[in-house]
């Protein structure tokens, strides 16, 4: 057999005449696969997401279609594989919970196989960096195509934001502003074509982040699912990752401290979401980048948000990319000195400046120019204080200004069913100015750290007019999200953190200038409460019904650190392993 410049990884399985590369070869043949596909092409794992219960990724073999195109263009062989996929709409108790999963899935598979590079395949929200994830571990040459947006969603005349609209109208139905029909209506209307969801949700910002870190080619992020265009930039990622195996272009080249960084600039330019936070940490930690939370008061402080989608601002992922897409925003932060690292390199072999230094921008409405911005402030406001030791965060833009400097007495739900039990109560003791805390909702204690951080306001409230409160909790929060929702406290209250201690009546105090969050409550008191019961008998109780929940609840670091299990952090690289026979 012909020998390439340099031996490839997959030819430790094809490459030889003896009875292992029979074997190899032969299965493989059933496909009907002739023998010169065999003679030194590069194979190109596509890692396929594909389900119809994950209907944001339900379009994909179609895209794995257009991919497998360009790679056999460019003289790769590809050959598609699918692993775990995490859907964000129908996983219970939260696709968070099997991130991990997937991403132990991916980093097996691409390792235990006959690949020499890999196309991720990613767009509902934790499909992104479950796969980032699991081939950072691996550091193959990679390269991500995610599933694109959806279109507008319409209702009643109006463009709706998938999920943004969800919470608005369940509100308007207690405040008794609509119909309960109405309500219904708007279903089929937010969700009317394949796609993520539209709004600057978790699967929007984390194509962001895929992007901005230089993992896809530009414009990946925007380019809605059914725009043809995207079937283009597939078959081009699929062209250009064989390229990536010649030249020797391993994720670890592109995933560097300086792609963080301007990683979690562009998350605060595009409004984008508290679950990036724990991603980035995540999937740094998979390559050996040192990321902290405060790397994001840092880096994001003080950078604007300009990109004017919900659930911050106005408008969709349609308009985004009609006006540019992420290209032109990254053009708009490097021209005012923002983006800290024009000289990343990205998976097309160039500089993300050289990417976007050219790039159009067709409507300031929607990227808006940095001296109109929709937030001065777009960063992520990182708090610290007796209530978070490791850290909590709040995000800016879909907090109201008046409401992120504020003391106020804590109206306290020990876990999200005694908050739904008794937040529409009409007697519970709450006004506008209490702030309501709810504790076990973080990875031990929820299993998964669900997104229930922005709970909803006590119908009494509603009535009212009231439209904000702060919360305080160790869940997360759906990047379609909004509200003053200080998120991701840590340690959490099923790890014993401070969180857990926390009585009704007692005052706490946020100041998001200063990075504050504050118990007002004595060390000696506050141990004393710590100490009269075992806040983490509940999820310890639950780790020893066994599964999957046992790996998960023993194994999960708090969201300080990305929420990733302790025995994965690291990369483990893709040596060939021995063989099977
Ligand atoms: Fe899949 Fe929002 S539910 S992207
Ligand atoms: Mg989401």
């Given amino acids: 057999m012909p020998d390439n410049k340099r031996r490839l990884r997959s030819a430790e399985w094809f490459g030889t005449a003896d009875k292992n590369g029979f074997m190899y070869r032969s299965w ?43 790679v056999l263009e460019a003289g790769g062989y590809p050959v598609e594989f699918p692993v775990f996929s995490n859907g964000e709409s129908n996983l219970r108790p939260t696709a968070m919970f099997t991130r991990n999963l997937a991403s132990m899935d991916v980093e097996e598979a691409i390792r235990g196989n006959p ?40 209702h009643e005349g109006q463009d709706i ?28 209307g937010m969700s009317r074509s394949a796609g993520t969801c539209n709004t600057m949700g978790t699967a929007s910002t984390m194509a962001c ?61 595009i409004g984008g979401s508290t679950n990036a936070v724990i991603h980035l940490k995540a999937i740094a930690g998979r390559i050996g980048v040192e990321l902290g939370m405060d790397d994001w008061s840092r880096v994001g402080r ?120 008794r937040i529409n109560d009409t007697d519970l003791d709450v006004d506008a100015d209490s702030i309501l805390v709810m504790k076990n909702c973080g990875p031990r204690g929820y299993h998964g750290m669900a997104e229930v951080g922005n709970m909803g306001l006590p119908s009494k409230l509603l009535e009212q007019g009231i439209t904000d409160m ?34 009704n009546g007692d005052w706490i105090e946020l100041d998001c200038n200063s990075g504050r969050l504050h118990l007002e409550v004595d060390a000696l008191e506050l141990e004393a409460r710590l100490a009269e019961g075992d806040p983490t008998a509940v999820s310890k109780e639950i780790a020893r019904s066994g599964g999957y929940r046992q790996l998960y609840i023993e194994h999960v670091l708090q969201a300080d650190e990305g929420c990733d299990f302790d025995f994965l952090v690291g990369s483990r690289g893709a040596d060939v392993p021995r063989h099977s026979h």
């Fill in 470 to 503: 702060v919360r305080i909790s160790d869940a997360r929060m759906s990047g379609t999200a909004y509200g003053t929702v200080v998120l991701h406290v840590a340690p959490e209250a099923a790890a014993g953190g401070p969180l857990a201690a926390v009585r």
């Fill in 161 to 188: 934001g998938s999920g943004t609209v969800v919470w608005k109208l369940s509100e308007e139905v207690k405040a008794g502003k609509i119909s309960i029909h109405d309500f219904m209506a708007a279903e089929a």
């Fill in 28 to 70: 493989m043949k059933n496909q009907g696969i002739p023998d010169h596909e065999f003679q030194g092409k590069p194979i190109i794992g596509i890692c396929n997401t594909w389900s119809e219960l994950t209907p944001c990724n339900a379009h994909f073999r179609k895209i794995a279609e257009h991919v497998k195109k360009g």
């Fill in 209 to 269: 982040m895929a992007e901005s870190l230089g993992t896809s080619l530009p414009h990946n992020a925007a380019i809605p699912a059914v725009d043809s265009r995207r079937y283009v930039l597939a078959h081009l990622s699929g062209n250009r990752i064989v390229e990536m195996v010649d030249e020797d272009l391993k994720l670890s080249k592109v995933l560097t401290k300086d792609a963080f960084e301007n990683a979690i600039r562009t998350n605060a330019a």
């Fill in 302 to 421: 003080g950078t604007p948000t300009i990109v004017d989608l919900q659930p911050s601002g106005r408008y969709l992922m349609e308009e985004f990319y009609y006006a540019g897409g992420l290209p032109a925003v990254l053009k708009r932060l490097g021209e005012a000195d923002l983006l800290p690292h024009k000289d990343a390199l990205t998976v097309n072999g160039k500089t993300l400046w050289e990417n976007v230094c050219d790039a159009p921008l067709y409507n300031d409405e929607v990227i808006r120019p940095l001296d109109n911005p929709l937030r001065e402030d777009g960063g992520m406001c990182v708090l610290r204080g007796n209530l978070a030791p490791g850290g909590a965060v709040l995000k800016p833009s879909a907090a109201t200004p008046e409401l992120m400097q504020h003391r106020g007495r804590a109206v306290v739900f020990e876990n999200f069913d005694d908050y739904k039990a």
């Fill in 115 to 154: 690949m020499d590079a890999v196309v991720l395949l990613v767009g509902c929200d934790k499909t992104t960096p479950a796969l980032l994830m699991g081939a950072a571990s691996c550091d193959l040459p990679t390269i991500v195509v995610t599933g694109g947006p959806m279109l507008n969603g319409k």
